[in-house]
């Protein structure tokens, strides 16, 4: 079976009855698990986490589409956190079964409904992007709602569907395909931070490191150590024992020693699976080898 | 979700139609996936394997019961493979969301009804035996169907539900509750077949290694190297990893270093997930951080 992720992000997290109805929209679509959800209130923005298939995750987020665009109003908005739409961002993550490219096509079919059943223009990106310039979401979202209708009647800034002028109170969204993203930290036995950041240095994509690695190094001052924290934003193209393995003999340099790693929050099953092959030199491994996979039906 | 693999043997593999059948009685259980069968012509014998939660493998070993009993004379059976009873064993094996205990009570509770229902006497083994002397399977299959009225009859052989006498068509059979297999193999880059050996005898419980390892040497003559074969009895308590970097470790003792290893069939993803969280020196980490996990419902 075809498994999805989506991620939607939207304005609003203050108002817990609206966050709630919010909430209601995507659980009571059939076929769709709600995963998670959390909002913030200084940023009055909420998150929402579901999984399905193509068709459940298509039809929940036009469902939270119904509902956002009646309840929320950008034009007295406030919260700290940027934005530009009243759902205002809505990636897609393969996660199993599922190819990138099929991402990719769901994202823009959802684009094109959106834009046409609430007169929303939507900008698509990431993997869905269809011009280079407008691949991150902080460049398109630069301007915020209050800059939309002075940027939009930019050039290049015509939207891939919908009218070229925000939605009065729901701005504008962006919509996606992305990898699933993985935070991954490498705590260190040792309380020097210039070790820690000169490693982080080391392994970023942005200082000449592995191109899905995004890091940072942090002191945990409660336990005296230092950490690289990262974000791996493709665990298939730079695998976290790719990561792992750099980062140890990095520190070896130092004379450091790695203490544990940890996984925050949520990780796909294939990127641990990857690191057991790569050590245990497993050859011609399957997918439908491991037991609960065959139990799903994916094999 | 409680999910249990069960595997029963029984002893028809050459009859076609009866053994479609004795499969059609567990496929059309509900709440049961059988996710493999295999006849050996030589041995006259069958295994399926089927899993479920408790209800749905209580009653497909019920239905297959049923079947087996009917259209099974071990009479006139002959095959290669040791047997006593028409269903020979029935293995129950915790997968996820269930503990071993609750296995051992599963073959309990299943083992008084196959008495009950069928009259046919059953004998618990493994981690539900009662008796250390009836644990291993071989022990308790001895003497086989032929020398089964004598034997029952013997002191210490009363069964631990049912008649105390072979059922005069069905014989006898074997349940209980064990932990999953993992077929295991490390292939070295020599030919020297000496060296197989001796890894297998340094890691293998039967000659002072791993309390859960049975190993030989083998060679791949087609390959021109040779092979360390492995079953691993229990994943948990003798986990891969540390097979594995033993193996590796006793090879590099005469220069040799491991090809590659594989896992021939199935394998559980705790088995996988422990490896890496090994390898990458995890701390703290909770199987319902699995996204898929998650998706399950098992978090």
Redesign the interface.
């Known amino acids: 079976m075809a ?1 999805i ?1 989506c991620i939607p992000n939207v304005s609003e997290g203050r108002r817990a009855d609206v966050v709630d109805r919010l909430a209601d929209a995507i659980r009571s679509t059939p076929g769709i ?1 709600l ?1 998670d959800r959390s909002s913030d209130g200084s940023h009055n923005r909420s998150v929402f986490t579901m ?1 399905g298939d193509k068709d459940a995750v298509a039809r929940a987020v036009l469902a939270l589409f119904e509902r956002a665009v009646a309840e929320i109003d950008l034009r007295t908005h406030r919260g700290e956190h940027p934005r530009m739409g009243a759902v205002d961002v809505v990636p897609f993550v393969p ?2 079964g599922v190819t990138m490219a099929e991402c990719v096509e769901l994202a823009k079919t959802v684009g094109a409904q959106v834009a046409e059943r609430f007169s929303v223009p939507v900008y698509l990106y990431e993997e869905a992007s269809t011009n280079p310039l407008r691949k991150n979401l902080e460049d398109i979202r630069r301007g915020e709602f209050e800059g939309l209708a002075t940027k939009m009647a930019t050039d290049g800034w015509a939207p891939d569907f919908g009218p070229r002028a925000p939605h009065p109170t729901a701005g504008a969204t962006v919509i996606g395909a992305r990898m ?1 993203l993985i935070a991954y930290n490498i ?1 260190l036995a040792t309380d020097r931070l210039d070790v820690a950041k000169k490693i982080a240095a080391a392994i970023r994509h942005s200082s000449g490191g592995f191109r899905y690695v995004k890091a940072a190094g942090f002191k945990l001052e409660d336990r005296g150590i230092v950490q690289v924290s990262m974000n791996l934003t493709n665990y298939e193209k730079t695998p ?2 790719r990561v ?1 393995e750099t980062v140890k003999r990095e520190a070896e340099r130092y004379g450091v020693a ?6 925050v ?5 294939a990127a ?2 990857a ?2 092959e ?8 399957a997918p439908e ?8 039906g994916d094999g």
Do not use: C, D, T
């Open positions: 498994l992720e698990r995963l999984a996660i199993a699933a705590n976290i024992f792992f790695v203490l544990e790693s940890e996984i929050g949520l990780v796909p099953s641990l699976n690191a057991a790569f050590y245990l030199q497993i050859a011609g491994f080898q491991i037991l609960e996979h065959k139990l799903r």
